[in-house]
């Protein structure tokens, strides 16, 4: 008999969707409908199984007319319609059928049904930036339009991601750059060109729903989602999602919990075509404590890094600037703060800011002598910018050796102490890629790096002498 009742579920809500299909668009279609099972037809009631409450809820908000309108097309005006949900708890474990809700436009069941009206539910079931207490159904894209890409300036630094990110605006989704990585060291413009691409996206495409959120954001609401039991409602959300922009995704370092859904959320937006753009400070083969799988599909689309700006591009930045607050400057004065603040885009920005500012102030005309001082007291205390070859130099030095000893394969202990020190140093002053530090250290991967890194925080817990050597060290590349 189950046999029989599901066959005739089936077959009577293939003809609602086809009804309904010719009278809302394609894509709300695809979305709330496609989704949905019939489970079983037992006296004039069809029972349907749908992914969450979440998804209840709007259905019975958006398309109860619709639903009634075609349910009684097929069995009558005494139809009624029952939502069977699946439920899931907080560790992903899914209990089918545990929950039975009615629809709204039916007499309550006296039976094991919940019938609790939509407009009584919590919002933030819906949306996780709706403000408690505020009825609002739509999505806000969280997007800074004061970010675009006319005010993103192309150089050699960036010339590949700002080109990557116009294509994927042109065509969200459709592009072999998804997902979109943005990656570089902090101030280089990653959040910027990240906010410019959903900006652009919301103004060719504004049927589109664009989402901007830091993974820090995105934690604290899965932490959240979990503790409510919620978690359903939370992935569904985010499948809503056609462009989705997590700024900082090494923040979900060591975080399991939040790996695994952002795992199954990226599946499902990548398997419908959605489009998805990363910003994060490493390149995916150096992030630490992310689960492979995960990896593996950063690196599916395009990584591109936005590099440090080179003198030419920050002379370009510095007029924007400029022009933007409608303040003129010397020539001269500006190529002396474009050679001097090299850091990041942030500081070159601060340090023109600066010199506007004590210009203004003091009723001082802006000259290369206050140019001079300005800098010099905002460079004071930025890191000098310190190579590679530098620090394996310092490193020889110290152990008397010379660098061709340092890098070569040899595995006497000492040597491999001074070695795994240069690596560990490396990282730690300059932006450069674990790969690349191997590299150029006797052509030795990015997993050599990594453990280099790990010996010398372990030896530094146990081993006296060895701390001392770092001591030493760390102070001359400090001076």
């Known amino acids: 008999m189950l046999d029989y009742t599901t066959n005739n579920a089936k077959s009577v809500w293939n003809n609602c969707l086809n009804f309904i299909k010719d009278n809302i668009q394609e894509q709300a279609f695809k979305t709330w409908f496609e989704p949905i099972k019939a489970i079983e037809l037992t006296d004039n009631v069809l029972y349907i199984q749908v992914p969450s409450k979440f998804f209840y809820e709007w259905l019975e908000e958006h398309y109860v007319k619709i639903l009634k309108s075609a349910l009684q097309k097929e069995l009558g005006p ?63 894209s969280q997007l800074n339009s004061n970010y675009s890409f006319d005010n993103f300036l192309e150089g050699e630094s960036n010339r590949l991601a700002r080109n990557a990110g116009m294509a994927v605006a042109n065509k969200p989704g459709g592009t072999a750059f998804n ?46 989602s979990v503790r409510k039991q919620t978690r359903n409602d939370f992935i569904y959300f985010y499948q809503l999602i056609d462009v989705l922009i997590v700024d900082d995704i090494q923040f979900l370092s060591g975080k399991s919990g939040t790996q695994d859904v952002f795992f199954h959320i990226f599946n499902y937006l990548h398997q419908n075509g959605k489009q998805v753009i990363l910003t994060s400070d490493k390149a995916p083969v150096d992030m630490q404590d992310i689960e492979q799988r995960l990896l593996s599909r950063f690196k599916w689309g395009l990584s591109a890094e936005i590099q440090h700006p080179d003198f030419e ?129 006797g052509d030795r991967d990015h997993a050599t790096v990594l453990h280099a890194c790990k010996t010398v925080d372990n030896l530094l817990e146990t081993d006296k002498q060895f701390k001392g050597y770092f001591e030493d060290i760390n102070k001359k590349l400090s001076m």
């Open 313 to 441: 591009t920050r002379v370009n930045i510095a007029k924007s600037i400029l022009f933007r607050d409608g303040v003129e400057m010397p020539e001269d004065v500006i190529e002396y703060v474009a050679k001097n603040v090299k850091t990041n885009v942030r500081e070159l920005e601060g340090a023109i800011i600066s010199l506007i500012a004590q210009s203004s102030f003091n009723k001082r005309e802006i000259t290369l002598e206050l140019a001079k001082s300005v800098v010099e007291k905002f460079v004071k205390n930025v890191k000098k910018d310190i190579s590679i070859d530098y620090i394996q130099k310092i490193v020889s030095d110290y152990f008397s050796l010379d660098v061709e000893t340092l890098c070569s394969k040899t595995r006497k202990r000492h040597i491999v102490q001074a070695r795994q020190l240069a690596m560990f140093f490396s990282k730690k002053y300059t932006k450069s890629s674990l790969a690349n530090i191997g590299s150029l250290t």
């Open 78 to 140: 005494g139809a009624k319609l029952l939502y069977k949900i699946e439920m899931e708890n907080a560790q992903g474990n899914k209990k089918p059928f545990t929950e039975q809700l009615p629809s709204t436009h039916r007499e309550p069941v006296k039976t094991q049904e919940l019938d609790v009206p939509v407009q009584q539910k919590n919002p933030e079931l819906k949306n996780p930036f709706v403000i408690p207490g505020i009825r609002n159904v739509k999505i806000e």
């Open 179 to 224: 997902p979109l990585m943005l990656y570089g060291g902090v101030g280089l413009g990653k959040t910027h060109l990240a906010h410019a691409i959903g900006v652009e996206i919301k103004e060719k495409f504004p049927e589109k729903t664009v989402l901007y959120i830091s993974a820090e954001v995105f934690t604290q609401q899965y932490v959240d």
